[in-house]
C-alpha cells in the first residue's frame, strides 16, 4: 500500500508540531520584541543623559572660559565650584598643567580624546569604560584672552553613565523574563490549542479502533463545525457501508454454512450408526466406511473454520479470564495429543481476556498444521515476553520459506509444503482463522524458523497477558 | 421402562439418522416434524428429554421451548445451526437446559442427554434440607419455598441452587458450575451458567435487577448469600 510519508518534519506527532509551532511563533515574537524595546529604550536613554551632559558641559565650559579672563585663574577652586551633574568631574588642561576634580588622575582622560579635542579645535564627545565605569566624555579647546598668559587651555567633563547601565541592565533583565514567559505561554496555548484540535481526531481514532475490534455499528458523533462535519459525514458513512459489506458477507457465509450444517449431521449421525455394527460389514465396505469418515470429518473442520471466520468478522466475542496454561493442557487432552508442553516462568498461570473455545480452536488449527504438513508437533511453549504471553508450536517439517511467512496466514492460501501436499488436502483457512482469532484477542500469530536452527517451523501466537486474578 | 426421546425437527432425514443412532443407545425415539406436532403430542406422553430444533415450520423452537416450560420442565435440548449469541441466549433464556449445535458427532448428543438424565435422577442423592435467608430448600423433594411458598424450578435450577448452596458464601467459577450441574468438561460454554442464573434470580429473588441471594463476583462467578 503506498503511503505519504513527507518530510523529516512532518514525521514527527501532530501535536508535537503544533506546539512546536506555537512555541517557534512565541519565541520569534518574543525576541524581535525585546530586541526591538531595548535597542529604542537604549538608544533614548543615552541620548536623553548625553543632551543634559552636553548642556551642562557647554555651561560650565562657559564658566570655565570667563575664569581664564582673570590673570591667575585659581583653577581648583573652580573646579569645585562648579556644578556636578549626578556625579560629573572635570578636568582642565592648560599646555603643561592639568587640573582635576577630585579622585581623578590626569590618566584618566583617554588620550585619544586629548588629541581630538586639540586637533579640532571643537567640541568632541567619547564613550568609554574608566575603572570599568562607563563614562561619558566631553572635551572643548577654549581660547584664552584677555589678561591669560595661557594659549592652551582644554576643559574636560566625564560623565558617568552607570545608572544609565543599571537601569538599562535591568530592563534586560525585565524583558528577557517577560520574552521567557511569552514563549512559555506559547507552549501552553500551543498545547492547549493542539488539545482541541486533535481532540476530534483522537475521537475519529478511537471509533476506528473500536470499529477494528469488531463494533462495527460504532460511530462519529454529530458536530456543527463545518470543517469537522465533511470529515465526520463521510466517517460515518464509511464505517456504514463497511458495516453492510461485512454483515453481508459475514451473513453469506453463515448462511452457506448453516446450509451444509444439517446434511453434515444426517452423515455424521448415518456413518456413527454404521460404525455401531462395523462387524457386520465386509472389508471392503469398512474401508469405504473408513474413508467416508475422514472425509465428513475434515468437512466439519472446513465448515467449522468457515463458519468461525464469517463469526470472527462480525459477532461479538466471550470474554473470560482464561488460563493458558489450563487451556493448552484441555485442548491437548481434547485432541488427544501428546505434544510436550513448557511453560516458562511467569507463563505458570498467565491469564488472558477472552475466549477460551476460540482460543482452543486456534491451538487446535495450530496442531493440525504441524500435523499435516511439519511431521507431527515437536515441542509447545507457553512464555511471557513483556506484558504478553506467547504460544509456541513447534514441528519438525521443511519449515516456512521467510518469503511465505506472511503469506501462509491468509485465507485460502497455503504454503509450498501443503501444495506438495495435492490441491485435496486442506483449504488454507486454518491459519487465517490463527490469525484473525489472534487478532480478535489483540494479539498477533506469526511463523519462524526454529530458534536451534534445526528445520521445522515455529508458530508463535501472542497474546496480550490479562491481570492476575 | 426406556428412556424416550422426542425429536422435534423438520428434516426428515436428520430426524431419521438420529433416530437410528439414539436407538443404537438403547433409547426409544419419538419424532415429530414440526413445534405442533410435538406440543399436541405432548398432552397425551410425556418424554424424558426433548430435542428441538430451532429453525422449525410454524412455531419455531423457542416458542415450543416456552410453551412446553408453562407445563413442564422436561429436560431440553436445544439443537441450533446457529450458535451465535443471540440464538443461544435466546434459546436458553426460552426455558432449554442445554444446546448442541450442528453437525452434532451422536456421541457428544447422548453424552449431552445423559448428562441430563443424570441430573434429574439425582435427587436420589440424600441432601439435607437447608435455610438460606427466606429460602428453604428441601432436595429429598425438589423443593424450594420462598417465604413458605413453593417456587416452581427446573431440574436444571433446582441443581444449580443446590450446587450454590452446598458451597455458601463461596464463590464458584462458570467452569466449576458448567461441570458439577452440567457436566461439562473444560470447554463448556460460561453463557449456560449466566442464562441459568438468570432466570433462578427472576424465581428466587424478591427483586431480580437487585439479587440479594445469588450474587455476581465480577470475572470470577457466582456465589449464594443468606
Known amino acids: ?412 492460501t497455503r504454503g509450498a509444503a501443503a501444495r506438495k501436499r495435492g490441491a485435496g488436502d486442506g483449504a488454507g483457512l486454518g491459519l487465517a482463522l490463527v490469525d484473525e482469532h489472534a487478532r480478535r484477542h489483540g494479539g498477533s500469530a506469526r511463523v519462524e524458523g526454529k530458534s536451534d536452527g534445526e528445520p521445522g517451523a515455529r508458530f508463535v501466537i501472542t497474546l496480550p497477558r490479562a491481570g492476575r486474578r | 421402562m426406556s428412556i424416550r426421546i422426542l425429536t422435534i425437527e423438520d428434516d426428515q432425514r436428520i430426524r431419521t439418522a438420529v433416530r437410528f443412532a439414539l436407538e443404537d443407545e438403547g433409547w426409544s425415539v419419538l419424532e415429530a416434524e414440526t413445534g405442533e406436532q410435538a406440543l399436541e403430542y405432548f398432552n397425551s406422553t410425556i418424554p424424558d428429554v426433548v430435542l428441538v430444533d430451532i429453525g422449525l415450520p410454524g412455531i419455531d423452537g423457542f416458542e415450543v421451548c416456552r410453551a412446553l416450560r408453562r407445563s413442564s420442565d422436561v429436560p431440553i435440548i436445544m439443537v441450533t445451526a446457529r450458535d451465535g449469541t443471540s440464538d443461544v441466549v435466546a434459546g436458553l433464556e426460552a426455558g432449554a437446559d442445554d444446546y448442541v449445535t450442528k453437525p452434532i458427532a451422536p456421541k457428544e448428543l447422548s453424552a449431552r442427554i445423559r448428562a441430563l438424565l443424570r441430573r434429574v435422577r439425582s435427587e436420589d442423592k440424600a441432601a439435607a434440607p437447608r435455610s438460606i435467608g427466606d429460602l428453604d430448600i428441601i432436595p429429598d423433594e425438589g423443593v424450594v419455598r420462598k417465604s413458605g411458598d413453593e417456587i416452581h424450578l427446573t431440574k436444571t435450577e433446582f441443581h444449580l441452587l443446590c450446587e450454590l448452596s452446598d458451597h455458601l458464601g463461596k464463590v464458584l467459577s462458570r467452569e466449576h458450575l458448567l461441570e458439577q450441574v452440567w457436566g461439562y468438561d473444560y470447554f463448556g460454554d460460561g453463557r449456560l451458567v449466566d442464562v441459568h442464573v438468570r432466570r433462578l434470580r427472576t424465581k428466587i429473588e424478591t427483586d431480580p435487577a437487585r439479587p440479594r441471594h445469588v450474587v455476581t463476583v465480577r470475572g470470577m462467578g457466582y456465589k449464594l448469600q443468606p
Open chain 1, 1 to 412: 500500500m503506498p503511503r505519504y510519508r513527507g518530510l523529516p518534519w512532518r514525521r514527527l506527532p501532530l501535536r508535537a508540531r503544533v506546539i512546536g509551532a506555537f512555541t517557534l511563533g512565541a519565541a520569534v515574537a518574543a525576541l524581535v520584541l525585546v530586541i526591538i524595546t531595548y535597542g529604542l529604550s537604549r538608544q533614548s536613554m543615552l541620548r536623553q543623559r548625553e543632551e543634559s551632559s552636553e548642556r551642562q558641559f557647554f555651561a560650565n565650559a562657559r564658566q570655565v572660559q570667563s575664569s581664564l579672563r582673570a590673570e591667575d585663574p585659581d583653577f581648583t577652586q573652580l573646579l569645585e565650584s562648579l556644578p556636578s551633574l549626578s556625579g560629573s568631574r572635570s578636568i582642565i588642561r592648560t599646555g603643561d598643567e592639568t587640573w582635576t576634580s577630585l579622585s581623578l588622575t590626569p590618566n584618566d582622560l583617554p588620550s585619544e580624546l586629548v588629541i581630538a579635542v586639540v586637533e579640532a579645535r571643537d567640541a568632541r564627545s567619547l564613550r568609554y569604560r574608566l575603572d570599568d565605569q562607563p563614562v561619558l566624555a566631553f572635551g572643548l579647546q577654549l581660547r584664552p584672552g584677555g589678561a591669560s598668559t595661557l594659549d592652551e587651555v582644554a576643559y574636560f567633563e566625564l560623565v558617568p553613565l552607570v545608572e544609565v547601565e543599571n537601569t538599562l541592565e535591568s530592563l534586560a533583565l525585565i524583558l528577557l523574563v517577560g520574552g521567557a514567559l511569552t514563549v512559555l505561554v506559547g507552549v501552553g496555548i500551543g498545547f492547549w490549542a493542539s488539545g482541541g484540535l486533535l481532540r476530534p481526531l483522537t475521537e475519529i481514532s478511537y471509533a476506528a479502533t473500536s470499529i477494528a475490534q469488531g463494533r462495527f455499528d460504532t460511530r462519529l458523533e454529530e458536530v456543527r463545525d463545518p470543517d469537522l462535519a465533511a470529515l465526520v459525514n463521510s466517517f460515518n458513512e464509511m464505517a456504514a457501508a463497511m458495516e453492510n459489506r461485512i454483515t453481508r458477507d459475514a451473513r453469506f457465509a453463515s448462511d452457506v454454512s448453516h446450509e451444509l450444517r444439517s446434511p453434515l449431521m444426517t452423515l455424521r449421525a448415518s456413518i456413527d450408526v454404521m460404525e455401531h455394527r462395523r462387524e457386520e460389514l465386509s472389508d471392503r465396505t469398512k474401508q469405504a466406511l473408513d474413508l467416508l469418515n475422514d472425509e465428513v470429518a475434515r468437512f466439519e473442520h472446513l465448515v467449522q473454520d468457515l463458519l468461525d471466520l464469517s463469526r470472527s468478522d462480525s459477532g461479538p466475542m466471550e470474554n473470560d479470564l482464561v488460563n493458558i496454561e489450563e487451556l493448552v493442557k484441555a485442548t491437548l487432552e481434547l485432541t488427544e495429543n501428546d505434544a510436550s508442553l513448557e511453560v516458562i516462568g511467569t507463563a505458570r498461570g498467565a491469564l488472558v481476556m477472552g475466549d477460551k473455545r476460540r482460543l482452543a480452536q486456534v491451538l487446535d488449527n495450530l496442531l493440525r498444521n504441524a500435523q499435516k504438513y511439519g511431521g507431527g508437533v515437536t515441542r509447545i511453549t507457553v512464555a511471557p515476553n513483556g506484558g504478553k504471553i506467547e504460544i509456541a508450536v513447534e514441528d519438525s517439517g521443511p519449515g516456512v520459506a521467510p518469503s511465505e511467512r506472511s503469506l501462509v496466514f491468509e485465507r485460502f
